[in-house]
């Protein structure tokens, strides 16, 4: 099993950027396909991005696609997620998550049983 640590959130003004680390420790990271998800005060957690195990596929939700890019380095056992021109409504904390079935990444996280603390997004107006 894999344990993950999120970091790099904070504060930032609307129109910026942040960069959010994944730190994977377990010997499958290399193997797994992993995604990151957001949930926001009061609403449900979603999903955000996916990538495949070799990172050569990768899959954004709407809502950000164009702003959000999703990298996995698979030597260093890290992921990432950059976000650009952010808005104020992606304020939310921010979990990664692996599995080695693609489709659970993306469309059915309910069945990924091993999460990250999160890491707080938060985008000022």
């Known amino acids: 099993q894999v344990h993950l640590v999120e970091s790099g959130g904070g504060l930032v003004q609307a129109g910026g950027s942040l960069r959010l680390s994944c730190a994977a420790s377990?010997?499958?990271?290399?193997?797994?396909?992993m995604g990151w998800y957001r949930q926001a005060p009061g609403k449900e957690r979603e999903f955000v991005a996916g990538i495949n195990y070799t990172g050569t596929s990768t899959y954004y939700a709407d809502s950000v696609k164009g702003r959000f890019s999703i990298s996995k380095d698979n030597a260093a056992n890290t992921g990432y997620l950059q976000m650009n021109s952010l808005k104020p409504e992606d304020t939310a904390v921010y979990y990664c998550?692996?599995?080695?079935?693609?489709?659970?990444?993306?469309?059915?996280?309910?069945?990924?049983?091993?999460w990250g603390q999160g890491t707080q997004v938060t985008v000022s107006s």
């Open positions: 377990g010997r499958t990271f290399s193997t797994d396909a």
């Open positions: 998550a692996t599995h080695h079935d693609m489709l659970v990444v993306v469309a059915h996280m309910n069945n990924i049983d091993s």
